[in-house]
């Protein structure tokens, strides 16, 4: 009798794990093998906006088991092409890294593929079709508290601001930080610039340009602050910033001020460390698991996702190399700052209303 309730245990054991076995593995073959995941940027390596949306392209794929493959496609006027090749390789999810200048490639090939879902980042559409929706990110709230920063942290009263691109999401960048300025003194004197006003390349991995305007911004316009808006082109803003602090260590006549910048989009104080006040982060790898998440759970909806400090969508950096140098009076200001954004007590500007 023993004997017989062994081996039926046993047959009942094995019946159980190969069945449950088996559920896993079809589980694991649907996730696994329902998507796919092509994402098409223009440029890499930038430490900041598309290296950030690449490291969220890996985490969903390992969230979810998807696989991807990137395209990199070398300039803005190939965009369309890189999405064709994505759409020719079987991807079934398209994301766009490149903002606006995906809309209308996207726009015109989405309809002629309505099994495949298409997502841009960081961008508001004019419209969307059933298979199209864009991540957008509230980057005016988080750049009025770095333009408070600066206010409280400017000795010289001339603050400068970079961008890549004339374009709504970059001024969206520009008006609030102006605002957060001007919420800490008006008299504070404002000097921006765009990139490509200037630049024949992509305006976004210049590095050489992103140098010269920098330190036209230090030198001729006595800048102690720079807001670098650019992608990789920051690297050069950097740069101008190193050159400068290097001319003042070693030039004995020179008189000393202190001079920083801040970064965006992912957290570049580490660049030069103790220099670079905060970072203006923008959670783009947030933001592709978010709507990854979306389209798994048969959420997706063909509309704007956008989201800000509350959602914490945008925020500053920790500040590690720079809290001692800030103090706790800013750092705290800028809490209760936060706060009230997040409440509606401050409505921050954008151009997107």
């Known amino acids: 009798m023993k004997k017989i309730l062994i081996i039926s245990s046993i047959l009942l054991l094995f019946v159980f794990i190969v069945l449950f ?17 092509g994402f098409v940027i ?5 430490k900041g906006f598309a290296d950030m949306q690449i490291e969220g392209v890996k985490n969903a794929s390992r969230l979810y088991k998807i696989n991807y493959k990137l395209y990199i496609t070398g300039s803005f006027d190939n965009i369309k092409e890189g999405i064709l090749n994505a759409i020719k390789d079987g991807n ?54 770095a333009g408070v920063l600066a206010a409280k942290m400017t000795g010289l009263k001339t603050i400068g601001f970079i961008g890549g691109m004339d374009i709504p999401v970059i001024n969206d960048f520009l ?10 003194d008006e008299k504070i004197n404002i000097v921006y610039r765009f990139v490509d006003k200037i ?41 101008a910033l190193k050159f400068e602090i290097e001319n003042q260590k070693n030039n004995k006549d020179a008189k000393e001020n202190k001079i920083f910048a801040i970064g965006v989009d992912t ?16 959670n783009l790898d947030t933001g592709v698991v978010y709507i990854i998440d979306k389209i798994i759970n ?17 925020g500053l950096s ?13 750092i705290n200001l800028l809490e209760q700052l936060k706060n009230k954004i997040i409440l509606k007590e401050i409505v921050v500007k954008s151009v997107y209303d």
């Open 21 to 37: 076995g088996n559920f896993i593995f079809m589980s694991n073959k649907t996730i696994s093998s329902q998507h796919k995941i």
């Open 42 to 46: 223009s440029g890499i390596d930038d």
């Open 92 to 145: 079934d999810i398209v994301i766009c890294g490149n903002g606006f200048l995906a809309e209308k490639p996207i726009l015109e090939v989405a309809p002629l593929y309505p099994k495949v879902y298409f997502i841009c980042m960081d961008t508001i559409f004019s419209y969307y079709p059933q298979n199209v929706c864009s991540v957008s990110f509230k980057q005016n709230e988080g750049s009025f508290l």
């Open 175 to 184: 008006i609030g930080f102006i605002q957060g300025i001007k919420y800490i």
């Open 199 to 239: 630049s024949k390349k992509d305006p976004f991995q210049d590095e050489q340009e992103g140098y010269n305007i920098a330190k036209n911004i230090l030198e001729k316009y006595n800048a102690d602050i720079i807001y670098a808006v650019s992608g990789k082109t920051n690297m050069g803003i950097f740069d």
């Open 267 to 282: 957290d570049q104080d580490y660049l030069i460390p103790g220099y670079i006040l905060t970072s203006m982060i923008k």
């Open 298 to 314: 048969k959420e997706f909806s063909n509309k704007n996702y956008r989201i800000g400090l509350k959602e914490n969508g945008v």
């Open 318 to 330: 920790e500040m590690k190399y720079t809290k001692e140098i800030i103090g706790k009076e800013i």
